[in-house]
C-alpha cells in the first residue's frame, strides 16, 4: 500500500516514491525512486510475503528448466546420489572398512547424500542465481532475496524423488522405518535453512566477485568431507569435540537425518543444538549482508 505525503511525495513500505506533475495539467508522470530501509527494518519479511506468488513461480520455473534438454531429465535427482553412493560404498566401506554403525553401507551412505545433495544444490544455484538473472534485476522492482531462496526451495522435488528411491534400498536391505521418522521435516528444514543462509552470503557476494564462482565448488566439496557423509559422528569423540564439530551445520543435519530414518547413531542433543543456533546465524546474517548490499545489484551485475 503506498501513502501519499504532502508536496506529492508518495511514502510505501521500504521505498518513497516521488510523483512529478506534467507540464500544462496533463497526466502526472511518475518517477519511482527506491531507498532500501536501513537496521533490522531492512530485512522487511513481510514484504517477501507479499511476493509470494512471484516466488512460487520462480520456484515452479526452476523445477521445469532443471533438467530441460536433458536425456535423463529427472533421473539426475537419483543418478547424482546414487554414483556417490557407490564410489563411498567401495572406498569408504570395502576399502578402508569405516562402519556405518550396524546399517548395510549403500542404504547408509544413500541416507547421507540425500539432505547433503539438497545443500549442494541449493548453495550451487543459489549462488549464481542474481548473476543469471540480471536481466529481470535491472528491469523490475521485486524483493531481490526471492531469486536464491526459489533456487534452494526448488531442490525439495529432486529430494522427494530420491527419497522414494531410498525407501525402496530399505525395503529390500530389510530396514524398517523408525519411530522418529516424524521427525525428518524438521531436519530437512534445517537443511534448507543452512543452504539459504550459505547461498545468501555467496549470492551477494558473487555480484560483486566473480571469483565467488569459481570458489564455491572447492568450498563445497571441502564441506562435504567435513560433514558426517561417508562417515558416523560416533567416530567424533564425545565431549566438547563433538560439540564443536556441530558448527557445522550439515553435521547435525545429516547426522539426524539418518538417526531419524535408520536409527543408527546417537541423537547427540548437544550436536543439534550447536548445528541448529550455526543454522540460524548464517541465516541471520546472511539476511543482513544480501539486504545491505542489494542496493547495488542492478548497477554492479
Known amino acids: 500500500m503506498v501513502q501519499t505525503a504532502p508536496g506529492g511525495r508518495a511514502v510505501g513500505r521500504g521505498f518513497v516514491m516521488e510523483v512529478t506533475l506534467g507540464a500544462a495539467g496533463r497526466e502526472p508522470a511518475p518517477v519511482t525512486i527506491l531507498k ?32 530441460k534438454q536433458t536425456l535423463l531429465g529427472a533421473a539426475w535427482a537419483v543418478l547424482k546420489p ?3 553412493m557407490i564410489i563411498f560404498y567401495i572406498i569408504f ?29 541449493g548453495v550451487t544455484k543459489a549462488g549464481a542465481s542474481l548473476v543469471a538473472g540480471s536481466n529481470l534485476i535491472t528491469k523490475v522492482y521485486f524483493p531481490r532475496m526471492a531469486i536464491p531462496l526459489a533456487a534452494v526451495v526448488a531442490g525439495v522435488v529432486d529430494f522427494m524423488v530420491a527419497f522414494a528411491v531410498l525407501v525402496v534400498m530399505m525395503i529390500s536391505y530389510g530396514v524398517h522405518l523408525t519411530g522418529w521418522v516424524w521427525t525428518l521435516p524438521l531436519f530437512l528444514l534445517l537443511a534448507l535453512v543452512t543452504s539459504l ?3 545468501l552470503w ?55 537425518f539418518r538417526w531419524a530414518i535408520l536409527g543408527v547413531g546417537e541423537p547427540a542433543l548437544g ?28 548497477d554492479v551485475v
Not at 513481510?46 to 520455473?61: C, D, G, M, S
Not at 569405516?98 to 539438497?118: K, N, S
Not at 556441530?246 to 547426522?255: I, K, R
Open 36 to 67: 532500501p530501509a536501513r537496521g533490522w527494518a531492512s530485512l522487511d519479511l513481510k514484504e517477501l510475503w507479499r511476493y509470494r506468488e512471484l516466488v512460487f513461480f520462480l520456484i515452479w520455473r526452476d523445477v521445469k528448466v532443471r533438467y
Open 82 to 84: 546414487l554414483f556417490s
Open 93 to 121: 566401506g570395502r576399502l578402508a572398512g569405516i562402519g556405518t554403525d550396524g546399517a548395510p553401507g549403500p542404504v547408509f551412505y544413500f541416507a547421507g547424500l540425500l539432505p547433503w545433495v539438497l545443500f549442494q544444490d
Open 197 to 199: 543462509g550459505v547461498g
Open 202 to 256: 555467496l549470492s551477494a557476494m558473487n555480484v560483486a566477485y566473480r571469483d565467488v564462482g569459481y570458489v564455491t565448488p572447492f568450498i563445497v566439496q571441502a564441506w562435504l568431507y567435513a560433514s558426517p557423509v561417508a562417515y558416523s559422528t560416533t567416530l567424533i569423540p564425545q565431549g566438547p569435540w563433538r560439540v564443536l564439530y556441530g558448527l557445522n551445520p550439515m553435521a547435525g543435519v545429516v547426522q539426524g
Open 271 to 298: 550436536l543439534l543444538l550447536t548445528s541448529t543456533a550455526a543454522a540460524l546465524i548464517l541465516l541471520i546474517s546472511g539476511m543482513v549482508y544480501f539486504r545491505r548490499m542489494e542496493r547495488t545489484f542492478a
